[in-house]
C-alpha cells in the first residue's frame, strides 16, 4: 500500500525530531532478517532505552543533513536501518553487538556516539565498556 504525501511527510518530520534529539545512531545492514528476530531486535533495542527503525537511505541524508549524526550519509546504501538513542550508547552499542552473535546476516555500517563518527569495530568496543547504570551502581557501593 502506498503512503500518501502527506503520510511521508508526517512520518519524515517524526523522523527528524527523533533523530536530531538523538546523541547517538548506529547504521545496520539488516538483510536476510527474518520477522521474529526483528521483533527480538526491537525488544532488546527498547530496553536499552534506544529506538529502531528501518528506513529509506534518502530519507536519512535528507534528516541527518546539517546535524552532527550528518557523517553517516556515508553509509548509507542498500538496505538500511537505524538504532538510535538519546541516552547511553554503550547499553545500545551492547544491545546490538549481542543480537548481532545470534544474527550473523545482520552487521553495522557506522556510528555516531555522541557527535563523534565512529567505525563499526569501534562499536563493539564501545559495548565492552560499563553501561552508565552500572558506573552508577559501582560509585553507589564504594
Do not use: W
Not at 523522523?15 to 545492514?29: F, K, P, V
Not at 536476510?32 to 533495542?45: A, C, E, K, Y
Not at 548509507?76 to 538513542?85: E, I
Request: net charge positive; hydrophobic share 45%.
Amino acid at each position: 500500500m502506498a503512503l500518501t504525501r502527506a503520510e511521508k511527510q508526517t512520518e519524515l518530520t517524526t523522523l527528524e525530531s527523533e533523530l536530531r534529539a538523538a546523541q547517538n545512531a548506529i547504521l545496520l545492514d539488516y538483510k536476510g532478517l527474518t520477522v521474529p528476530q526483528v521483533t527480538q531486535l526491537r525488544r532488546q533495542v527498547r530496553a536499552a532505552k534506544g529506538r529502531y527503525r528501518v528506513v529509506k537511505n534518502t530519507m536519512v541524508k535528507r534528516v541527518i543533513k546539517g546535524t552532527p549524526l550528518e557523517p553517516l550519509s556515508a553509509h548509507c546504501a542498500g538496505a538500511t536501518a537505524v538504532a538510535y538513542s538519546g541516552a547511553d550508547p554503550v547499553a545500545l552499542a551492547k544491545a546490538l553487538t549481542t543480537f548481532i552473535k545470534t544474527a550473523p546476516a545482520m552487521s553495522i555500517k557506522g556510528a555516531v556516539v555522541q557527535g563523534r563518527a565512529i567505525r563499526a569495530t569501534e562499536v563493539a568496543e564501545l559495548a565492552n565498556l560499563p553501561s552508565r547504570a552500572e558506573l552508577y551502581a559501582k560509585l553507589l557501593y564504594l
